[in-house]
C-alpha cells in the first residue's frame, strides 16, 4: 500500500467511528428506517446526475450488494444503534473481519487458515461477554441486530471484491438509489411518524443526518470502496480495528457511555479475536 492509500484506510474508521455518535443522535429524532432512507436518497440524488450508467453486466451484482450493504447491513445496523449504546454496537460491529475472512473462503477461494478460524470464536466469545449480565434480556436483541449487520456488510465487501473494481462513486449512487425502496418499505410497514419528526427534528439531528450523507456515506464509503477495488481484503481490513478505538472515544465524549469491565473485557476479546485473524494475512505477501 501507498502512503497516501494508508492515510485513506486510517481515514475510513475515523470518520466511521464518530459517525456512531451521528446515527445515535439521528436515530432517536427520526425513526432509523425512515432516518435511514433519506440518507440513501439523498446520497443517491447527489451522486447519480454526476456518474456514469452501470454497464449491463454489472447491474445484477450492483443490485446484490445493494440488498447486503443497505437495506440488511444500515438497516439492522440502525435499528440495533437505536435500541442499544453506541460502544457496544461499535465492538461488535467488528465482526465484520471475521466474516469478511469466512466468507471469501467459498467466494473468493481463499481458505482460512487454523490462526483465523481460532481468532474468529475468540471475537464471537467476547460478543458474548458484552452480551452476559443482568441486563441479558435488554442486550440481546440489539446485539443481534448488529451482528446480523456486520456480517451483510462482510458480503458485501466480498461481493464488490469478487465482482468489482467499480468506480466508487458509481457503486455509491446507484446502490444508494436501489437502497431506498427496500428501507422505505421497511419503514411504512414497521414504523410511525416519519413525517412528524420531519417537523420536530432538531437542528442536531438535521446535522446529524448531514454527517451521515457527506462525511460517513458519500466520503467513507467512497474511500472504502477505492481502496477495495485497489488493495487486497487482507491489507485493509485490519484497519478496521481502528474503528472501535474512535466509536467508543467518541461515544464516552458525546454520548456520555461508561466505559464498565464487561465493556473493555469483551471490546479486549472481540478486537483480539479480529486482530488473530489477521495475523496470518499481513505476513503473506500480496
Not at 141 to 167: E, I
Not at 259 to 274: D, E, R
Request: glycine share 10%.
Amino acid at each position: 500500500m501507498s502512503a497516501f492509500q494508508i492515510v485513506c484506510a486510517v481515514a475510513v474508521p475515523l470518520l466511521w467511528g464518530y459517525q456512531f455518535v451521528a446515527i445515535k443522535v439521528g436515530v432517536l429524532e427520526f425513526p432509523p428506517l425512515f432516518f435511514l432512507a433519506v440518507r440513501f436518497l439523498a446520497i443517491a440524488l447527489l451522486l447519480i446526475p454526476f456518474v456514469r450508467r452501470p454497464a449491463r453486466q454489472q447491474f445484477g451484482p450492483i443490485v446484490a450488494i445493494s440488498v447486503f450493504f443497505g437495506g440488511l447491513n444500515f438497516g439492522l445496523f440502525y435499528v440495533g444503534l437505536g435500541l442499544g449504546s453506541g460502544s457496544m454496537s461499535a465492538i461488535a460491529y467488528q465482526l465484520v473481519t471475521p466474516f469478511t475472512v469466512l466468507l471469501a473462503w467459498p467466494l473468493l477461494a481463499e481458505r482460512p487458515s487454523l490462526m483465523t478460524s481460532t481468532g474468529v470464536m475468540i471475537a464471537f466469545v467476547g460478543v458474548v461477554v458484552l452480551a452476559a449480565g443482568p441486563g441479558l434480556t435488554a442486550n440481546v436483541l440489539p446485539l443481534l441486530l448488529v451482528v446480523g449487520a456486520a456480517f451483510a456488510f462482510a458480503m458485501s465487501n466480498v461481493l464488490t471484491k469478487r465482482y468489482g473494481p467499480f468506480d466508487p462513486l458509481m457503486l455509491m449512487g446507484w446502490s444508494s438509489l436501489l437502497t431506498v425502496p427496500q428501507v422505505a418499505v421497511m419503514s411504512l410497514l414497521l414504523e410511525h411518524g416519519q413525517l412528524a419528526s420531519l417537523a420536530a427534528a432538531d437542528q442536531w439531528a438535521w446535522l446529524a443526518l448531514a454527517y451521515t450523507i457527506f462525511i460517513g456515506g458519500i466520503l467513507g464509503f467512497g474511500l472504502w470502496f477505492w481502496l477495495i477495488g485497489r488493495c487486497s481484503m487482507a491489507r485493509i481490513a485490519p484497519f478496521g480495528l481502528l474503528l472501535p478505538v474512535f466509536a467508543v472515544i467518541s461515544s464516552v465524549l458525546f454520548l456520555g457511555d461508561r466505559l464498565t469491565p464487561k465493556l473493555i473485557a469483551g471490546g479486549l476479546l472481540s478486537i483480539s479475536g479480529v486482530a488473530i485473524t489477521q495475523i496470518r494475512q499481513r505476513a503473506r505477501p500480496v
